[in-house]
């Protein structure tokens, strides 16, 4: 059965850092590139930053580059998201996905809500 559960969402001020973690279970990690993705309230799926299978390269979107650092253990199945100097932006439900170029497959995960207020 395949699993991803997020953790590490919670409050923080503003300038603030969280780290979120993903979980993985069920498939085979090490094969999957992993992104995380966000969605605000009232608003649609912004994506984040990706990693590909491997860890050798990563991507972020251009409201976080800077900010946010994504990592993986694939010893651990589980992908890092270091997130610091919050604003408030960037308050959102996270989401983790798991993406098998070859065959197309994706997984989610149900998500951290990361809040960013005074």
């Known amino acids: 059965q395949v699993q991803l559960v997020e953790s590490g969402g919670g409050l923080v001020q503003p300038g603030g850092s969280l780290r979120l973690s993903c979980a993985a279970s069920?498939?085979?990690?090490?094969?999957?590139?992993m992104n995380w993705v966000r969605q605000a309230p009232g608003k649609g799926l912004e994506w984040v930053s990706a990693i590909n299978s491997g860890g050798g390269s990563t991507y972020y979107a251009d409201s976080v580059k800077g900010r946010f650092t994504l990592s993986r253990n694939d010893a651990r199945n589980t992908v890092y998201l270091q997130m610091n100097n919050l604003k408030h932006d960037d308050a959102s439900v996270y989401y983790c996905?798991?993406?098998?170029?070859?065959?197309?497959?994706?997984?989610w995960g149900l998500g951290t809500q990361v809040t960013v207020a005074s």
């Open positions: 996905n798991a993406f098998e170029r070859a065959r197309g497959l994706h997984y």
């Open positions: 069920g498939f085979t990690f090490s094969s999957y590139w």
